[in-house]
């Protein structure tokens, strides 16, 4: 679905609302606000189709299953990390699991190839746990 008469984006959904963005399987689209807020869109829809009609600019992000994917464009680590715990409970309305994998994909935006080790989505949130790329190429 590429149609923008049926996007609905919803800021930090609640898992009612979870409902609604996931369609035919669980993938939804949508940006990490610097205040831990989050708004969120089926995935079917891409970034680029949606950030026009946006009046905010945040950290890009997909979840599709048990899999996050995040799309660097240049943004700190320790930012990421933060909007990533911030934004824990819209996340865990949208029923990403503690043991989701985060995946960090450098290459969309940025043309760049940094990599990371394999991130669970609970280490996040351990003592001196600290997102960070294992050697920029």
Same mark, same amino acid.
């Given at each position: %679905? =590429?149609? @923008?008469?049926?996007?609905?984006?919803?800021?930090?959904?609640?898992?009612?609302?979870?409902? =609604?963005i996931?369609?035919?399987?669980?993938?939804? /689209?949508?940006? @990490? !606000?610097?205040?831990?807020?989050?708004?969120? *869109?089926?995935?079917? &829809? %891409?970034?680029?189709?949606?950030i026009?009609? !946006?009046?905010?600019?945040?950290?890009?992000? =997909?979840?599709?299953?048990?899999?996050?994917?995040?799309? *660097?464009?240049?943004? =700190? *680590?320790?930012?990421?990390?933060?909007?990533?715990? /911030?934004?824990?409970?819209?996340?865990?309305? !949208?029923?990403?699991?503690?043991?989701g994998? &985060?995946? &960090?994909?450098?290459?969309?935006?940025?043309?760049?190839?940094?990599?990371?080790?394999?991130?669970?989505?609970?280490? @996040?949130?351990?003592?001196?746990?600290? !997102?960070?790329?294992?050697?920029?190429?």
């Amino acid at each position: %679905m =590429s149609n @923008l008469d049926d996007l609905f984006l919803y800021t930090n959904p609640t898992r009612r609302d979870a409902k =609604s963005i996931y369609r035919d399987e669980k993938y939804a /689209r949508g940006i @990490l !606000l610097k205040n831990g807020d989050i708004i969120v *869109w089926s995935g079917d &829809i %891409m970034h680029t189709k949606v950030i026009p009609f !946006l009046t905010e600019t945040g950290v890009h992000f =997909s979840v599709f299953n048990d899999k996050l994917e995040i799309c *660097w464009q240049f943004e =700190s *680590w320790a930012d990421i990390q933060n909007r990533l715990v /911030r934004a824990k409970q819209y996340l865990d309305n !949208l029923g990403f699991p503690e043991e989701g994998r &985060i995946v &960090i994909d450098t290459r969309y935006y940025t043309h760049t190839d940094v990599d990371f080790p394999q991130i669970r989505y609970a280490q @996040l949130f351990e003592e001196g746990f600290e !997102l960070k790329p294992l050697a920029e190429k």
